[in-house]
């Protein structure tokens, strides 16, 4: 009987550890969320101005946004990388070496335009003709065609493809957001004011953050 007791209270005793040493789903570990890796290309700089209208250039209206897209960013599961941070000369090899050496999950560029025609206006989007991640770029533009226009009173086109040597040689899903028209007043006005700078750069990054 005394044998009997003490092997019923030895299986007792292994059927107790056993039980305290699995977790329980409260307690099991939790799985860290992706950590997304976003470049942002100013396109343009240094001696290239791009588009311009007066004294207002492409290449500081972009460097203006990109570089408030950096410093609004919070969520440390986002990497925002710059192509270039600064008024600074960057050919179209060294951003994509930039791109590409980063592997990232998205390629933003970011660009204005101008028109002989000063009644032209919008937002224009681009991907690549020929990408083997063509069809992960059209769902960002897609996603940034919405953001736009649920947060902003532009007209944004159909998206395009186009042949730009970003979109061709980043061999991750890369855009083109041509954020408007500096030759069209209500456009130019609107790019190159700080408040409505800000909400453009929230509107990209709450695209980035439509990714996860």
Do not use: W
């Not at 086109?157 to 083109?176: G, M």
Request: include cysteine.
């Amino acid at each position: 009987m005394k044998k009997s007791l003490n092997i019923l209270l030895a299986a007792a005793v292994v059927s107790a550890l056993a039980f305290i040493g699995k977790p329980s789903p409260k307690t099991a570990k939790h799985e860290e969320p992706k950590k997304i890796h976003v470049v942002i290309d100013a396109g343009h700089g240094g001696n290239d101005f791009g588009a311009s209208f007066e004294n207002v250039t492409e290449k500081d209206v972009v460097a203006q946004i990109t570089n408030k897209i950096k410093q609004l960013n919070k969520n440390e599961n986002v990497e925002i990388i710059l192509t270039r941070a600064s008024d600074e000369p960057v050919t179209l090899q060294q951003r994509t070496e930039v791109i590409n050496a980063s592997k990232p999950d998205v390629v933003i560029s970011l660009h204005v335009t101008a028109s002989k025609d000063s009644e032209r206006s919008g937002v224009g989007l681009y991907i690549a003709k020929e990408n083997a991640s063509k069809q992960r770029a059209m769902e960002l533009a897609t996603k940034m065609s919405a953001r736009i226009k649920k947060n902003h009173a532009f007209h944004v086109s159909e998206i395009n493809e186009a042949p730009f040597y970003v979109l061709k040689n980043s061999q991750a899903p890369a855009i083109i957001v041509e954020l408007g028209y500096l030759t069209n007043e209500g456009d130019r006005h609107y790019l190159t004011d700080e408040k409505q700078q800000l909400r453009i750069a929230r509107t990209i990054l709450e695209c980035v953050n439509d990714l996860r």
